[in-house]
Structures are given as structure tokens and as C-alpha cells.
């Protein structure tokens, strides 16, 4: 905090004014525990700043070749396709996580609740081509689920319902784990109160419990969301093709090289910064009455 | 107009073992008794919210064990409130209405008059959030009385209040409870709460009714030794029966003998139990004075309006006066005094 202060100092005021601040603040007290934590996270934070330093300073050398790639067909429909196929397993996600997040977050400890919180955790602890090779043998064409949809005319393999499919199973904890959280935050008081005043479960669910958990709902499937449209071994298992923007980017890389790859990557990391930009800054207008819980 | 048939539940840590009582149309029932013993399940049971492992539920002589709450025309009040964050004042108040399927501004309009009632008007538009905690406990009251309930549970409603705030509500709750002829259980560990409104009270200890009646008799008249502690009597002695005549008893405890009017027998153990205000003081030693005890003054504890006076008297008593009597006695430890009791105000303990 200390350090925070001293820096907006010496960049607000003109030289003169920090200068004679500066020399306020020396031979205050410094908590050196905290300047040691900032000193150690700054480490990490540096490590993402200078990659992204290295590849920005690359590529805005050669402006025109990273518009030319980046404005190509081919990487603006992957892009698109990725964040639709993302969209896509999130609304899913809602519609079943929601239930089952609000079911873990009422039901009373047991081991059976137990045993379903660790299935729900499975995608988090598995190495990713291995939720992939999961999804690959239940919804492929002889898949136990892959089967039955072929012959409805619902296809998975090389398939968008195949990115949706795989995206859903690896983004799943993030959301149900996220939504159960807030859940948990309403009071169950508040919910025998609103029975007892004469609402059925589903409306104290709808007008009490849900209003008041938007916010973790919301974030939840930002974090759910974001998770997705980075997989790339889950999804590319079951649907190399259509291309999303992680295989896509592979892809590129081991044919075209490296300079070509870098471009795209360059152009995720600057549409997704600003996509994640937006989403975090509507948080605030989301579910404002959580604090008040 | 509710009754509980040997119910048993358990919930957590906290549960009711085998309870049977009977709450009639109209009474201001308190369930007191110390923190865990199972007040709020108990007053939980009643509203719905936790079905019992055995026994029954009856409501207006119907069984309602397995009805859900929002069935079964009871409200309940919090003692945090539980006021809804994301609904305004109106909208709290109105939200029973609301999901009766009202329209949004008729329910308004419906619960204007009970804003007024509770004076909360000006507080219409304002979220939960910004109120004081009295106001607060007002909402979460008018929001319980709009659904016009039969029954009303209150869970230590004013626990959480100052003690001005807490005399006003205790006075909207008697008039509720007068003018609208509700039925009222309300869980409480106050004795002062327990006197000024109860017309009938359970004491639950250890998730067990272990007495219950008319306040009147439960709080001056209890039925164990426990119970007496719990509902404040202040001089409660073990003693041996030694003589019964006509059903006046003499009782030797501690070496100081009382009369009381009971039916042991000589040579039983009984359990004596003294109101405060029943023990008559006098300064200096009053030889005269038939079954007078004289003592010293222990310590003289001022309570508000009232001073607590121990003596010791062979055994430690504690008198009530008003302070004003204290000071005007100047009591101070070691002020010789002398002590009676009726027999009358003895109430005995048996077995």
C-alpha cells in the first residue's frame, strides 16, 4: 500500500513537490514484508509482460503482415467460431450447471454429495488429452452417446457440435464450482422466509436466491467462457476440424512457421484482452446486492 | 391451534427429543431456554421448514407434517431480519402478495397502509442495506404481517435492538397481538421479554419440553430445579422436609428453617424456590418478628430502577428493593438486616 502511494506521488505532482515527498517518506516506517510480496509477484507478472513484450515488439516491426494475417478470412471466422462454440457451451452450462450447482449448494455434507463434487472436479485434475480422448470415446460414431445422435443426424466427430461438447466438459467445474459459491453466500434464512411468506420453491428461487447470486453467475460463466475458448487438446480430439483458434494457430505453426502463428497469436491476445477488457468491466453493473448479503 | 404429537428431529447438532405440546388459538406462546437447546428448530418445525424423524404435526386439527411452508399460513420473522437485499422496502413487504400473484403496483398499494401502521412510509423506496437495525426489524415484521398469517413465529425478534428500540417493539408487538388476535410463538432466552408478554411458555433444555403452562405458573411456580434457574428465580435452596402440619411445611435448608405451604412429608428432600420480590427486608435485628431471620448485607447490586440485595443469613438470599429504598435504607455490606418470607411465596419443589 505504502509503495502505491509513494509512486502516485512521484508520478502526480510535478518534480519539485515529489521530490520534497519523497523526502517525507523516507524514514517513515517500511513494511518490508509487504515490499518483499510485491517484489515477488512483480517476478511473475514480469514473466506474462515480457512474453507478450517479446512477440508485440516483433510484430508491430511489421505491421502490415500482421493486418494482412490478421484481417484474413480464415483467422476472423476461427476467431468467430471459437467464441460462438465458447457461447454456446456456456449457455448449456447455464441451463444444466445452474440446477445442479444450486443442488450441491443446499444438499447437507454426505458422502454420496461427495462423490458428486469429485466427478463435477474431474476436468480440473485430468491432463487435457485425456478429457479429450473422454469426450472422443463417448461422443464419437461408435460412442456409447456419439451413436444414437449420428442417427438423429447430430454428428460430433470434425463437428461444431463436437467443440461445443468438448469446451462444455472441460469448462464445467469452473462454472458449477463458481455458481455454487454464490449460492452458498444467500442465507438460507432469506429462502424459509420467502416460503413461509407463500412462494413455491422455484419462485424463491427465481426471485430471491437467483437475483441475489447473478454476480457469481456472471462470473462463473466468464471464467467458464474463457477456459473454453482456450482449450485446445480437449477439443481437438474429437473436432480438428472446424478449425478453432488453438488449432488453428498449431496448425500454423507446423507448416507455415513461426512468423505467420505469431501473428495470429498476436491478434488473439489483442482481441481476447479487449473481449475480457468489457466482460470484467460489466461485472460492476451485475448483482450489486451480493456485498449485502 | 398447533399441536405437537411426540415429535422428534434432528438437525446437526441441534434436536428435539419426543415433544409434545399444545398451542391454543391466541396465545402469546414463548419458547424459552438456553442457546442450542432447540428453540429455532423447533419454531422452524412449526413453520414447515425441516420435516420431524417421527411424530406429528397438527394444524387446526388437521395433520400437516408433510404440507410445505408456503401452505400452511404461518410467518416467520428472524431474528437477523433476513430482509431481501435486492428488493426495496415496499417490495419486502410486498413480496407475499407478489407471489400470490398480485400485480405489482396493487400490491403496493396494499401494503401502504401497513407501512403507515409500522411507520416505515418515509422508508418506501430504500434498500434493506441502509436501514437501522430497528427499522429493520419493523420491515421484516410488516412484511410478515401482510400475508395476513394465523400464526406468527418470532425468532428472538429483539435480541438485536437497543433497549429503546426494544421497549417500543415490545409494545407493537402487544398490540398486534391484541388488536389482530394473532397467534404468536415467540423463542426468546429474555426473561424481562418472557414476563411482559407470554401468556403461555414451553421451557425447552436439551431439545426436551421440560415444562409448560401459563406463564404465570411456569415462571413463578416451576416444575424442576432447572427450570427454575432458567427462568430467573433468584433463591432457589435444597432442604429436608421436618414437620407437616395441615399442609404447612416447615423445611430446614442450610440450617435456616422456612414454612411453605405443601404436601411432602417430614423427612423429605424438597427444592425451595423464592422470588426476590417476596423476600421482605428490614434494617437492624427485629427480635419480635416471628420466623425472621437476621443477616448481614452482602452486596447491594443496582439494576435500573431496582437494587438486588444479597444477605447472608446462614444461607445467601437475594432481596429486591426499589433503589430509591436501598439508598434511603443505606444498605451497604455488612448492614445487619433482618429477613422474612410467607409461607405462600415458598413455592416447593418435590422429588
Redesign the interface.
Known sequence: MKTRVISDDLLRGGREASLTRWKEHRGRYVDWCTVGFCILGALLVGITVLAIASMASAELANPAHLLEVATSSEVVGSILLTFAAGANAVLLLALFGTPLAYVLARARPSRFKGVVESIVDIPLILPHTVAGLLVYLLFMRRGWLGAPLSDIGLAFEDAYPGTVVAMLFVASPFYVNTVREGFEKV?V??E??????????F?TFR??TL??SLRHIYSGAVLAWGRAIGEFAGVVMIAYYPFIISTLIYYSFTTDGIQTSRSIGFAVILVSFGVFYLLRRMTRFVGR?DD?? | MIAFDRVSLTLGSFSLKDVSLTIGKGDYYFVVGPSGAGKTVLL?AI???HSPGSGRILLRGEEITAL???R?G?????Q?Y?L???MTVSENVS??LR??GMRKGEARAGVAGLLERFGISHLADR???TLSGGEQQRVALA??VA?K?EIL?LDEPLSALDPVTQEKFIEDLRRLHREEGLTIVQVSHSRRETHLLATRVGVIIDGSLVDEGEAEVVLNRPRSREVAAFVGVENILDGTVTANENGVATVDAGGRTFEAVTEAAAGEAVTLCIRADDVALAVGTDPSARKAMAGRVVSVVENGPVAEVKVDCGVILTAVLTRRSARDLSLVPGTPVTLSVRATAVHVIRG
Open positions: 442465507p434464512h432469506l424459509n422466509v420467502a416460503r413461509t411468506l407463500g412462494a413455491g420453491t419462485t426471485t430471491v437475483p441475489l446486492y449485502r448479503v | 422452524e413453520a414447515g421448514l410445505p411452508p408456503e400452511r404461518v410467518a416467520l420473522v428472524y437477523d433476513s431481501f437485499p435486492n413480496y407475499g407471489v400470490r434498500y434493506p442495506g412484511r410478515a400475508v398469517p413465529l
